[in-house]
């Protein structure tokens, strides 16, 4: 259950809340969002450092094969940034949600429900490149495609991607709104973490995914300052 600790020696007529009380668990509020702020900055520098280190390929199946084939090292660290940036972004995403709870609503819920959904899945999505690399380098192209898409094609596949990307991209974004609609952040962070992952899918190569990437960070980035500079 979580309530507010209200200020214990507040002006005369006005109360307002200083801590986050989670059963017998109290957190104060500049903690909370000290700690939220610096999975931001993390989740932010992670994410973009991922995405730009990704080979890109032309979008086929052929492409991708070669390119891991061509860039194993860089395949992994990538997977190992994203890993690390996706994390960060959940960490995060518990934080702003013990902020929002402050005054709840159904932003903050839903958000909630659907961070928690995609950002605990997506990371381990990456684990799935090793299957594509060992396949890229160990079998013929034409068995390998063939290997590749048939696991692909499975719908467990499916809905773990689906969920993880969905529940990753919209969960933030609504947990954003809450706050904005609370006054707790500025509108621009809300902005940003919608119009990034909006770019990168409707490029997704190369240098578009690292526009969108960064306009994500940013966003990020920029909600971890405003957490930062808020004094009340």
Known sequence: MTSVAPDPTPAPGARRATAIALDHLVLPL????????????????????????????DGTTAGLLDQMALHPERTQISDLLLHLGWTGAALACIGLALLGSVRRGPLLLIGCALAAIGLTTLPGLFATDAYDMAIAQELPRALGIAVSEEAASKPIAALLFISGSLGAALGPVLLLAALWRQGTLGIAPWVLTVVGPLISVIGNRGATAVIGATLLGLGYALAGWELVRRRT
């Open 30 to 57: 500049a903690r909370v969002r000290s700690l939220t702020a610096w999975a931001l900055f993390a989740a932010a520098a992670f994410v973009v450092a991922g995405v730009a280190t990704t080979p890109h390929d």
